[in-house]
């Protein structure tokens, strides 16, 4: 079943002067499980589209459907509920929150749910281990490398095992070694826990990783590849 659905999406920035289609009549399914990379030129869309099937922005026209639900029918309430119960974010500005330390800023979300406390400690420090920064649980972003940051950014969408992760660029700022480690937590999770990724991304060897490559271009989709046997 298809949990995310564009409908003759469009996003037209600056509309009233001179106006920038950044996605034009977009539509497209992302199935429960998926493990799906959106690829394509700078300025093709994608952190557009993670941004609208997130409901962090509202298209211009065209419709997101999310499990069933048409998202632009929820109150600003709702949509932020559902964001918290069910999407893990992973920003390229990470929005890590300065006063805050790693474990604090990935607990935060888990605390919201209303999640036991004991519980959100130990999912906090797992996760935070799983990303290799068991020795900067309790550093603040100023004090982490830009890597570091991208990490606990990571940690935080993944903590509260979120139905589905959205993530633009998750390797952008992370050394190779890194970026495989980070791929591999991700297809873990995929895997063994069911959730789906939707990551956005230039990175040859996360575009190898991914099940499906879909390649937009000027706003439009390109190419949807979907590789068999993975
Ligand atoms: P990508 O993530 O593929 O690089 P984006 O979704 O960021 O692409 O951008 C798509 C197009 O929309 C680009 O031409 C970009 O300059 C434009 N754009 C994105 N955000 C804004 C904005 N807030 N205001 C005006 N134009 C924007
Ligand atoms: P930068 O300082 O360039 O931002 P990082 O903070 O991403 O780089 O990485 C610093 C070092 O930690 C690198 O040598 C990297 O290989 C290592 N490292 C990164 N991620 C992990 C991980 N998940 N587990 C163990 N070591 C890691």
Redesign the pocket.
Same mark, same amino acid.
């Given at each position: 079943m298809a949990i995310i659905r564009t409908e003759n999406l469009f996003k037209i920035y600056n509309e009233d002067t001179i106006p920038v289609f950044a996605l034009k009549d977009l539509s497209i399914s992302f199935e429960l499980g998926e493990f799906s990379a959106v690829v394509g030129p700078s300025g093709s869309g994608k952190t557009t589209l993670l941004n609208m099937i997130g409901g962090l922005d509202i298209p211009t026209r065209g419709k997101v459907w999310i499990d069933g639900t048409d998202i632009a029918t929820l109150k600003k309430n709702e949509l932020i509920d559902f964001r918290m119960m069910n999407i893990g974010f992973v920003f390229q500005s990470f929005n890590l929150i300065p006063v805050l330390t790693a474990i604090e800023n990935v607990s935060f979300i888990m605390e919201l749910q209303g999640m036991p406390q004991n519980e959100i400690k130990q999912r906090a420090i797992q996760v935070l281990e799983?990303?290799?920064?068991a020795d900067k649980l309790h550093s603040r972003p100023s004090e982490?490398?830009?890597?570091?940051?991208?990490?606990v950014a990571v940690a935080r969408a993944l903590a509260s095992r979120p139905k589905y992760v959205l993530a633009d660029e998750p390797t952008a *700022? %992370?050394?190779?070694?890194?970026a495989m *480690? %980070?791929l591999d937590?991700m297809a873990r999770l995929n895997q063994e826990e069911g959730m789906t990724f939707i990551f956005s991304t230039h990175d040859q060897r996360v575009i190898e990783r991914a099940r499906r490559v879909v390649t937009l271009v000027d706003g439009a989709l390109h190419e949807d590849l979907k590789k068999n046997g993975l």
């Open positions: 799983e990303v290799g920064l982490l490398s830009g890597g570091q940051q991208q990490r *700022n %992370l050394d190779g070694k890194s *480690n %980070l937590i």
